[in-house]
């Protein structure tokens, strides 16, 4: 439940803030072993960086994002969980910490797309929802790796971070 801004908890209060943001951004995944055709166990990794943000609170306006999870995933399909944080470059120097499941779905056009659902846990924000959708074969080169034995290992892109 959103708590309109003017009822929100000042920062610092246990740690929530209230949040109706969106930010767009860039990020790099690795995958080990790499993605293919054929589902199969994937250890993942990601780094980048999410801004310029819009919505509330107005101080959260980018920061970087690193993620890790594993699960059954392919080039087109699949699922894993895993944790993430948030390193806001605000006033506060602040941080948001979630849990996720994540999800691999092809979509029209071709093209596949990692979706992460979670749970803000601890920092900022907690108790909100953080959805991050992130393309993983952006470029045809990146798509031909899907076909070979040792499949996509990196994958560089644009990132939506939600968190409501």
């Known amino acids: 439940m959103l708590i309109p801004a003017a009822q929100a908890a000042p920062a610092g209060a246990a740690g929530t803030r209230t949040a109706l943001l969106e930010c767009p951004g860039y990020e790099t995944t690795t995958y080990n072993p ?48 895993g944790s993430g944080r948030i390193n806001w470059q605000n006033d506060q120097a602040s941080t948001t910490t979630f849990d996720f499941t994540a999800g691999v779905g092809l979509r029209p056009g071709g093209v596949s797309v990692l979706v ?43 990132v939506d971070l939600q968190i409501t």
């Open 116 to 158: 992460l659902t979670g749970t803000v846990k601890s920092g900022d924000f907690q108790g909100s929802t953080v959805i991050i959708e992130i393309v993983l074969a952006p470029a045809p080169a990146q798509t031909l790796q899907c076909l070979t034995a040792n499949g996509l290992d990196t994958s560089s892109g644009a």
């Open 34 to 81: 790499g993605l293919t055709l054929t589902t199969r166990q994937v250890a993942l990794s990601a780094d980048g960086a999410v801004g310029p943000c819009v919505g509330l609170p107005l101080d959260h306006t980018n920061g970087t994002i690193h993620f890790t999870g594993n699960g059954q995933l392919s080039c087109i399909a699949g699922n894993s969980s």
